[in-house]
């Protein structure tokens, strides 16, 4: 089994920062990716950001690239997500989780692991 725990969410105004972290214990080598996702109220849950657990390749949506970095550190097993420049539409519960299928790391039916999710509010 693999534990996920994000912490790192609040409440920020726009044009702010906050860092997100994933922290993984358990059986760590069992997947092949992390991946942030998020939840706003009313819409479906969307990929936010992904780092390759074998050559630390990313990805990024659109509506974050150029703003968000996600990076590991292998030695604490956690991953981050630093978000700067934040937008209202930047609101809400991110949730980390670990790709366990190996097949697509953009579709989030592929992630068997995830965390309890953390709320950004981004608001003046």
């Known amino acids: 089994q693999l534990q996920l725990v994000e912490s790192g969410g609040g409440l920020v105004q726009p044009g702010g920062s906050l860092r997100l972290s994933c922290a993984a214990s358990?059986?760590?080598?069992?997947?092949?990716?992390i991946g942030w996702f998020r939840q706003a109220p009313g819409k479906e849950r969307e990929v936010v950001s992904v780092i390759s657990s074998s050559d630390n390749s990313t990805y990024y949506a659109d509506s974050v690239k150029g703003r968000f970095t996600i990076s590991r550190d292998n030695a604490k097993n956690t991953v981050y997500l630093q978000m700067n420049s934040l937008k209202p539409e930047d609101t809400a519960v991110y949730y980390c989780?670990?790709?366990?299928?190996?097949?697509?790391?953009?579709?989030?039916?592929?992630?068997?692991?995830w965390g309890q999710g953390t709320q950004v509010t981004v608001s003046s």
């Open positions: 358990g059986f760590t080598k069992d997947y092949y990716a």
């Open positions: 989780a670990a790709e366990t299928r190996g097949y697509d790391p953009l579709n989030q039916y592929e992630y068997g692991y």
